[in-house]
């Protein structure tokens, strides 16, 4: 007999490790199987488990046990990546706490070696807490970014890409993090609107140059001021150290005739030209624009069009290295210039504002716009073919409509930057000669070769010191990991993998850059579907962080709740377009959905509803039989369907609907008078199908709810019929149409409605419970009237009623609903008060009526919908749409009420 109770924190380790031990998350070992492939983003080794990880993850193993139970080979392949920056700062960081001495002290070697040991101590709490999620990925082909298989892939690529004409080293503004002091990509960059400040400085015009400014007077009337100088505004005073030019509108009619002359620059007193730019907004600030190529990623392109020198006045560190303010911090050199601007009168104006800076999300500093030398793929080229492959569906997109967005950037793609100034990466596969000359290789001994060959004799190199962007070799991660460039088993039977799901955040930075990886060096897209999963936000629909204390950790989660409560609380949420609003409240609902399950199955035990041998539930004859049979196969088409689609919502209100509601609400209703009857034939069948009814139910919910699912299959003696006893290796139900007997249907479900409308008005017009109340039904037919014969004893002791009865006449106090093609009237009359109950009705409408009022007129308000953040609008619009329907119920239950008065 089962427990009492499901025990998640005993249960869920020992089910996990007799999965694993097993072996059954491998692919079963079938040349002849079809296959499916799934790669896990690779998430970071200094990384524990969030709820974007558990809502991914969750998405990933539902498919991979659902394509296993299939009998398809199944992989699931994980493993983590080595994350550059963030793995670099936690082991400096635990140095300085440990009072050790720092990385550039300690020297490179030295500093990589601690990292594999921190590592080998630290790295491995998400695959452990992955675990607890209940992932079944193939752990024996668990891969690390890092791992020497993979490195040798990363070298390949850079190599080959290099010898492509792909790879080159350029000098262009990236992302500059001081702290660190390496390049990082725009994903690293988090934009932070802050208070500042817009100074107006006055720049005065080169060679005795005036012209005639329009301002208004004392009286606000249209004048002409000369003036001898030009002014700009900005936010970055520091940067005017390395002005090169100053850009107008060409159609800008104050500054047209200054286009081509000079100004010159306070503090340094260079001459820097003026340039006609369609950059310069007219309506913004004076109208013209300082330009600062090597400071400024808009000033970079401008400078471009126009040849303007690039001057860098900033290092590494963001400190200033042009005179008058060598070495000192760009911050002190802002102020410093300010006040020299005020003192020497050519600030001209300071206005207050608030406007988005950018800071490095991992060591919270401003971002530097910085040039520099860097290594770039030119990613406009491979970029071709990967809008070709979703253009003509190799590749498809669920939401489609992220597919607009993928265009949108592979079509405007810049040059990727993939250098980064770290020590714990990926090292450049570049050697350099004593004149500069750069000698890409596989290995040193490769590059000292091509050497000899290129100076006549043996030279020495110096190999470039900067490891590889991350993403690089995330980028390569659907072929590396299946031992690519070898030609392995792995790689012929699984890739191009099946499905990828991800996140929208990372379209560009990960999902574009395997396509064009994928497709370039493998000559096939890396994956057949890519499916973006939403956002998890909390229940309020905002977003989750740590400032707001509304971060919900799912280990603390699955220990409250289960793992399985958690996975289908994401399942069920995952709409697609839609954010998930995760409550605790709508995961304790679902905890309670596999208790429903778990109490379902008790009471099969208490009422002897065991697996009989050889049992066919097509011979089953009774009415309520036949319809269950219906309503798992219709269960089991939808299920697949819905699962093919990737649309998990659906898939779990399948799931939901059947468990819950046909189930356990009506089928066990509906059994318990057979199996507490005397009719020994109907009752031995009853218990064979419930029996049955029950081990569907387990295999169709196991790929949502593993965990549960298995224990019941244990403890109800599935391990004794097939399979080598786990219900994680069953075989997933094949579709039967001919399994659903229309006759009974029909039957079962006009009953299913006939109760579901009394106990509706008993519960709309506070019915008490314990009152019984007659049931005519008029205009019955001949099949209606066996069909009351035959369930009245059913409708009686579920409708709560004294009698039930075909009738040419209702009872007068009755209300009426529509049964088939008959018409019920349950007399309710000398029951309740029916004036007083419509006055409440009334009072009730009325209220809605007011609450409906209210939202709209919030809604109709264009500066509401204007300032509301979008996630108030989404609730106010949920309040209205909660707020109709429950009007729309009172009002029908008003009219029926009507009839009886």
């Known amino acids: 007999m089962l427990e009492k109770t499901f025990d998640p924190a005993a249960v869920e380790p020992r089910l996990y490790q007799m999965w694993e031990k097993s072996g059954v998350f491998a692919p079963i070992d079938d040349p002849k199987a079809e296959t499916f492939s799934i790669v896990i983003p690779p998430p970071n080794v200094t990384g524990n488990l969030h709820v974007g990880h558990a809502l991914n993850n969750t998405l990933q193993d539902v498919l991979t046990r659902f394509e296993r139970m299939r009998g398809k080979a199944a992989l699931w392949l994980p493993g983590t990546d080595h994350a550059g920056i963030a793995t670099q700062m936690v082991v400096e960081r635990q140095l300085a706490a440990a009072g050790n001495i720092g990385r550039r002290d300690m020297g490179r070697e030295a500093f990589v070696a601690k990292v594999w040991e921190w590592k080998a101590e630290s790295g491995g709490n998400i695959v452990r807490q992955l675990r607890r999620l209940g992932a079944s990925c193939d752990w024996s082909r668990e891969r690390f970014t890092l791992d020497e298989g993979l490195s040798a892939a990363v070298r390949k690529v850079f190599v080959q890409l290099h010898r492509d004409g792909l790879m080159y080293r350029d000098k262009r503004l990236v992302n500059w993090d001081p702290q660190f002091q390496t390049a990082i990509s725009d994903l690293e960059v988090e934009q932070k609107e802050v208070d500042g400040h817009y100074w107006h400085f006055a720049y005065q015009l080169a060679d005795g140059v005036t012209y005639g400014h329009p301002v208004k007077d004392e009286d606000g009337?249209?004048?002409?001021?000369?003036?001898?100088?030009?002014?700009?505004?900005?936010?970055?005073?520091?940067?005017?150290?390395?002005?090169?030019?100053?850009?107008?509108?060409?159609?800008?009619?104050?500054?047209?005739?200054?286009?081509?002359?000079?100004?010159?620059?306070?503090?340094?007193?260079?001459?820097?030209?003026?340039?006609?730019?369609?950059?310069?907004?007219?309506?913004?600030?004076?109208?013209?624009?300082?330009?600062?190529?090597?400071?400024?990623?808009?000033?970079?392109?401008?400078?471009?069009?126009?040849?303007?020198?690039?001057?860098?006045?900033?290092?590494?560190?963001?400190?200033?290295?042009?005179?008058?303010?060598?070495?000192?911090?760009?911050?002190?050199?802002?102020?410093?210039?300010?006040?020299?601007?005020?003192?020497?009168?050519?600030?001209?104006?300071?206005?207050?504002?608030?406007?988005?800076?950018?800071?490095?999300?991992?060591?919270?500093?401003?971002?530097?716009p910085f040039l520099t030398d860097q290594w770039y793929v030119n990613a406009g080229e491979l970029a071709k073919e990967a809008v070709r492959a979703v253009e003509d569906g190799r590749t498809v997109f669920e939401p489609k409509s992220w597919e607009k967005t993928y265009f949108e950037w592979m079509r405007n793609i810049e040059p990727?930057?993939?250098?980064?100034?770290?020590?714990?990466?990926?090292?450049?596969?570049?050697?350099?000669?004593?004149?500069?000359?750069?000698?890409?290789?596989?290995?040193?001994?490769?590059?000292?070769?091509?050497?000899?060959?290129?100076?006549?004799?043996?030279?020495?190199?110096?190999?470039?010191?900067?490891?590889?962007?991350?993403?690089?070799?995330?980028?390569?991660?659907?072929?590396?990991?299946?031992?690519?460039?070898?030609?392995?088993?792995?790689?012929?039977?699984?890739?191009?993998?099946?499905?990828?799901?991800?996140?929208?955040?990372?379209?560009?930075?990960?999902?574009?850059?395997?396509?064009?990886?994928?497709?370039?060096?493998?000559?096939?897209?890396?994956?057949?579907?890519?499916?973006?999963?939403?956002?998890?936000?909390?229940?309020?629909?905002?977003?989750?962080?740590?400032?707001?204390?509304?971060?919900?950790?799912?280990?603390?989660?699955?220990?409250?709740?289960?793992?399985?409560?958690?996975?289908?609380?994401?399942?069920?949420m995952s709409g697609q377009g839609r954010d998930i609003k995760l409550s605790k409240q709508r995961i304790e609902g679902y905890r309670n959905f596999g208790t429903k399950l778990w109490n379902a199955t008790r009471f099969a035990q208490m009422n002897e509803c065991a697996r009989v041998d050889g049992f066919d539930p097509a011979s089953a004859r009774l009415t309520l039989s036949r319809w269950i049979r219906g309503e798992v196969q219709k269960t089991q088409a939808a299920l697949t369907a819905a699962l093919e689609a990737c649309a998990f919502d659906d898939a779990a209100n399948v799931l939901y609907r059947f468990i819950w509601n046909v189930f356990c609400d009506w089928y066990l209703e509906l059994a318990k008078p057979i199996l507490n009857g005397d009719d020994e034939v109907a009752t031995t069948e009853i218990r064979a199908m419930t029996a049955w009814v029950l081990d569907q139910a387990m295999v169709m919910l196991h790929p949502v709810m593993p965990f549960i699912t298995e224990e019941l299959w244990q403890q109800t003696g599935g391990q004794n019929i097939k399979n080598g006893g786990m219900l994680i290796n069953h075989s997933w139900p094949k579709s039967?149409?001919?399994?659903?007997?229309?006759?009974?249907?029909?039957?079962?479900?006009?009953?299913?409605?006939?109760?579901?409308?009394?106990?509706?008005?008993?519960?709309?017009?506070?019915?008490?419970?314990?009152?019984?109340?007659?049931?005519?039904?008029?205009?019955?037919?001949?099949?209606?009237?066996?069909?009351?014969?035959?369930?009245?004893?059913?409708?009686?002791?579920?409708?709560?009623?004294?009698?039930?009865?075909?009738?040419?006449?209702?009872?007068?106090?009755?209300?009426?609903?529509?049964?088939?093609?008959?018409?019920?009237?349950?007399?309710?009359?000398?029951?309740?008060?029916?004036?007083?109950?419509?006055?409440?009705?009334?009072?009730?409408?009325?209220?809605?009526?007011?609450?409906?009022?209210?939202?709209?007129?919030?809604?109709?308000?264009?500066?509401?919908?204007?300032?509301?953040?979008?996630?108030?609008?989404?609730?106010?619009?949920?309040?209205?749409?909660?707020?109709?329907?429950?009007?729309?119920?009172?009002?029908?239950?008003?009219?029926r009420l009507k009839v009886a008065l």
């Open 221 to 368: 009337n249209e004048t002409v001021e000369t003036r001898n100088y030009i002014v700009v505004a900005t936010t970055r005073p520091e940067t005017m150290l390395g002005d090169s030019g100053v850009a107008v509108h060409p159609e800008d009619e104050r500054y047209k005739g200054l286009i081509g002359k000079d100004v010159i620059l306070p503090i340094t007193g260079r001459r820097v030209p003026i340039v006609g730019d369609d950059y310069a907004d007219p309506e913004k600030g004076s109208g013209a624009v300082k330009i600062t190529p090597a400071h400024d990623f808009n000033d970079f392109q401008v400078g471009k069009r126009h040849d303007l020198a690039q001057i860098n006045v900033m290092d590494e560190m963001a400190r200033i290295i042009v005179a008058p303010y060598e070495n000192e911090d760009r911050f002190a050199a802002r102020k410093a210039i300010v006040a020299r601007a005020e003192e020497e009168g050519w600030l001209k104006a300071i206005e207050k504002t608030r406007h988005m800076v950018p800071h490095g999300d991992r060591s919270g500093v401003v971002i530097e």
């Open 416 to 572: 990727w930057c993939v250098s980064r100034q770290l020590w714990w990466g990926h090292r450049i596969p570049a050697w350099y000669g004593p004149d500069g000359t750069i000698f890409v290789e596989m290995s040193e001994a490769d590059a000292l070769k091509a050497a000899q060959a290129h100076y006549g004799k043996a030279t020495p190199l110096k190999q470039d010191e900067d490891v590889l962007d991350t993403w690089f070799s995330s980028a390569l991660w659907p072929f590396s990991t299946m031992g690519w460039p070898d030609k392995t088993d792995d790689l012929k039977r699984f890739y191009p993998t099946h499905t990828l799901i991800t996140g929208f955040d990372i379209i560009f930075f990960w999902v574009a850059r395997m396509m064009m990886m994928g497709l370039h060096f493998t000559g096939e897209a890396p994956f057949k579907r890519v499916f973006i999963n939403a956002l998890v936000r909390d229940e309020k629909g905002q977003k989750m962080s740590k400032s707001k204390n509304n971060v919900m950790d799912p280990l603390v989660l699955i220990d409250e709740f289960g793992a399985d409560a958690l996975r289908f609380t994401m399942t069920a």
């Open 736 to 895: 039967d149409a001919s399994a659903v007997d229309g006759e009974a249907d029909d039957e079962i479900n006009w009953l299913i409605d006939l109760i579901t409308e009394i106990r509706s008005i008993r519960s709309e017009m506070n019915v008490p419970g314990s009152a019984r109340a007659p049931l005519v039904l008029t205009g019955a037919s001949e099949v209606t009237r066996a069909r009351i014969a035959t369930h009245e004893d059913l409708i009686l002791f579920l409708g709560r009623l004294s009698r039930v009865e075909a009738a040419e006449t209702p009872a007068a106090g009755s209300v009426p609903f529509v049964a088939g093609e008959a018409t019920a009237h349950l007399a309710i009359a000398e029951f309740i008060d029916l004036k007083a109950e419509q006055a409440r009705l009334l009072k009730d409408i009325a209220a809605f009526d007011k609450s409906i009022d209210g939202v709209r007129r919030k809604l109709d308000n264009p500066e509401f919908v204007k300032k509301a953040p979008e996630e108030v609008i989404e609730e106010n619009r949920e309040r209205l749409a909660e707020a109709e329907s429950g009007k729309a119920k009172l009002a029908a239950a008003l009219e």
